[in-house]
């Protein structure tokens, strides 16, 4: 079996194993991830049924091309406590605490 984003080539390369059981495969780059169509931080691999890229989206990104950042701070409830501002980053979020609290999400009461 080839490694994600590889396919199987033309033909085996060899045998291996106690019995010549093994097919030893010529793993080479799938075609549809050859021209590096998703974002540098997601998975491609090729769709058997159509040959075409599938790309798998990183925490943070959406689209085919995993290329759209998630905002975060617009997609339902604030996700930072205690009234804290939420600021949208590239593939991510950063959360602005008001005085008194601190932490990743204001959940810290420093008071």
Not at 1 to 9: K, L, S, V
Not at 22 to 41: F, K, M, S
Not at 81 to 95: I, L, M
Not at 99 to 108: H, K
Request: charged share 20%; net charge negative.
């Amino acid at each position: 079996r080839c490694d994600e984003g590889r396919r199987p080539g033309v033909g085996a390369t060899g045998w291996a194993g106690e019995r010549w059981s093994e097919t030893i495969l010529d793993c080479q780059p799938a075609a549809a991830c050859l021209g590096a169509p998703c974002h540098e931080d997601a998975i491609c691999d090729t769709n058997p049924m159509n040959g075409r890229a599938i790309c798998t989206c990183p925490p943070g990104f959406t689209g085919g091309a995993c290329d759209q950042d998630v905002d975060e701070c617009s997609i339902g409830a604030n996700p930072c406590e205690h009234f804290g501002k939420c600021v949208n980053t590239q593939g991510s979020f950063q959360c602005q605490c008001g005085r008194g609290y601190t932490g990743p999400r204001c959940e810290t009461d420093i008071n």
